[in-house]
């Protein structure tokens, strides 16, 4: 007799929304795993576990671009949204930016571990209303990187933050990929 193997396909809904202040205690526990996940996937450097800080976070929170992903009324990610340009995008070396439309910048996004597409889901965030996207990594951080790429954004050199050192830049452009497709027909 044959025995049908039945499979039960969860569908997660998740939605976007601003942090307050009273979501700080589980932003930073998010963080908290986030940087224990780097440093165990082999890149101890970008964050270790002294950034985010607590202030930075409270000051994103006030501005504002602090986002968190959540099932239900419970945060599993978290993330700085930024429109405009960001500072640090300015100057770019081994290659260059897809264009010079206005963009918004993804930083510090981060997962609880305990669901999957929290970084699909920014992004998708992030494409309803701006045509362009742009984000940076660690070149040690190869989980993120994985995570950019799949998403579409498309590597575009390098840039330097604040504290001197480098990152990949990253950019997703909805008009890059409209001709992409008119190519392939």
């Known amino acids: 007799m ?9 569908v997660i809904e998740m939605h976007i ?3 307050r202040m009273d979501d700080l205690k589980n932003i930073m526990e998010i963080y908290g795993i986030a940087q224990d996940f780097m440093i165990e996937s ?8 002294r950034y985010p800080g607590e202030d930075l ?11 968190l992903v959540c099932e239900g009324e419970s945060p599993h990610g978290v993330f700085a949204l930024f429109s405009g340009d960001e500072p640090t995008y300015q100057y770019i070396e081994n290659g260059e930016w897809l264009n010079d439309n206005p963009y918004v910048t993804i930083h510090r996004i981060a997962s609880d571990g305990k669901i999957r597409g929290i970084f699909a889901c920014a992004v998708d965030y992030c494409r309803n209303f701006c045509d362009d996207v742009r ?3 660690h070149e040690s951080n190869l989980v993120m990187q994985g995570l ?3 998403n579409g954004f498309q590597r575009c050199g390098t840039i330097y933050v604040a504290d001197g050192s480098p990152r990949i830049a990253y950019q997703w452009s909805r008009s890059i990929c409209l001709l992409e497709k008119f190519k392939k027909k």
Do not use: M, Y
Request: charged share 30%; aromatic share 8%; proline share 5%.
């Open 17 to 19: 929304r601003k942090a």
């Open 148 to 150: 950019i790429e799949k």
């Open 2 to 10: 044959i025995f049908p193997r039945l499979l039960s396909i969860f």
């Open 42 to 49: 082999g890149n101890p450097n970008q964050w270790g576990h």
């Open 57 to 67: 976070i409270r000051d994103d929170i006030d501005k504002g671009v602090c986002c």
């Open 135 to 137: 984000i940076d990594t």
